[in-house]
């Protein structure tokens, strides 16, 4: 299964520069090009089997149906597909309160 293209919302993008932000103060340059990679890699891997992602479980519990994530290293990436696209909604640390933040950005609360 191929041809899917990726979109990465504002919002993720955003997400990501966040996560660089962090990262490289805490822990540096070379651990935040390996993070990077590794969330790269995940992405482009969704673009060829964008069904591999799981229902996140926080979203579960509103049987909210849709959307998916993948974990990259530390990192948690939801998505949804539509019409041939993986579009990113929101790059996160596993460690964050995803409930607040999904509930935030998926539902624009």
């Known amino acids: 299964m191929t041809g899917y293209k990726l979109v990465i919302l504002p919002e993720a993008e955003r997400d990501i520069r966040e996560i660089k932000k962090y990262v490289v103060k805490r822990f540096g340059q070379t651990t935040w090009t390996e993070t990077f990679l590794t969330l790269k890699d995940s992405m482009n891997i969704l673009r ?8 996140p479980a926080e979203l ?5 149906m849709g959307f ?3 974990v990259s290293g530390a990192n948690r990436i939801i998505y949804n597909i539509t019409n041939k696209q993986v579009v990113i ?3 996160a640390d596993s460690k964050r309160d995803m409930v607040a933040l ?7 609360l």
């Open 48 to 55: 060829d089997f964008p069904e591999s992602g799981n229902l």
């Open 60 to 64: 579960e519990q509103f049987e909210i």
């Open 68 to 70: 998916k994530e993948v």
């Open 89 to 91: 909604h929101l790059v």
């Open 102 to 108: 999904l509930t935030k950005r998926l539902f624009r």
